[in-house]
Antibody, heavy 119, light 107 residues
Framework: EVQLLESGGGLVQPGGSLRLSCVAS????????MSWVRQAPGKGPEWVSA????????YYIGSVKGRFVISRDNSKNTLYLQMSSLSADDTAVYYC????????????WGQGTLVTVSS | DIQMTQSPFSLSASVGDRLTITCRVS??????LNWYQQKPGKAPRLLIY???HLQSGVPSRFSGSGSGTDFTLTISFLQPEDFATYYC?????????FGQGTKVEVK
């Protein structure tokens, strides 16, 4: 059974930083691209960032470029999102999602971790 | 940016109904469109990929059609577990944006 378990969310002040993690199990992690997708309260999902199977290719939505860094450690079956210069607009549940084609097809998701940016 | 417009914004339906949800896209995206279902407090679930392909494990009452700029998700015989919010998502470019959602509620 595929499992994706996010952690690292919490309350952070504006301008602060946070690192999210997503531990994968139940599939061969290095065979899949991965993404982070967030969902602000009462809003639809918003794709944030993607990383290729090997980690040599990454994409970001414009609003997080230069502030967020996606990475992965295939030896630890773990995906990361380093977030900095956070603002209230970044408040959301952050999901990691598995992508079999590195083309935005998210066929498995974690349960999400809540990031709240507030003073 | 590619703009996506789902309709209706919400609808009320009964078990057994046939539903159609529409997603209109601002430019030709061929069949680079997915559909997801989301229930409150849960992550989205992939239903349909590449406009018309049923994801493994998804009941056959769900179907997708369309290409170019107009797409539909059809639920042929609504079941109690289908009351949820449905999102389309374009994957034509690497912004991979989602529509605003269609909430299916109990009539």
């Amino acid at each position: 059974e595929v499992q994706l378990l996010e952690s690292g969310g919490g309350l952070v002040q504006p301008g602060g930083s946070l690192r999210l993690s997503c531990v994968a199990s139940g599939f061969t992690f290095s065979d899949y691209a991965m993404s982070w997708v967030r969902q602000a309260p009462g809003k639809g999902p918003e794709w944030v960032s993607a990383i290729s199977r090997s980690g040599d290719s990454t994409y970001y939505i414009g609003s997080v470029k230069g502030r967020f860094v996606i990475s992965r450690d295939n030896s630890k079956n773990t995906l990361y999102l380093q977030m900095s210069s956070l603002s209230a607009d970044d408040t959301a549940v952050y999901y990691c999602a598995k992508d079999p084609i590195y083309g935005g097809r998210f066929d498995d998701w974690g349960q999400g971790t809540l990031v709240t940016v507030s003073s | 940016d590619i703009q996506m417009t789902q309709s209706p914004f919400s609808l009320s339906a009964s078990v057994g109904d046939r539903l159609t949800i529409t997603c209109r896209v601002s430019q030709n995206i061929r069949t680079y469109l997915n559909w997801y279902q989301q229930k409150p407090g849960k992550a989205p679930r992939l239903l349909i990929y590449a406009a018309s392909h049923l994801q493994s494990g998804v009941p056959s009452r769900f179907s997708g059609s369309g290409s170019g700029t107009d797409f539909t998700l059809t639920i042929s015989f609504l079941q109690p577990e289908d009351f949820a919010t449905y999102y389309c998502q374009q994957t034509f470019n690497t912004l991979w944006a989602f529509g605003q959602g269609t909430k299916v509620e109990v009539k």
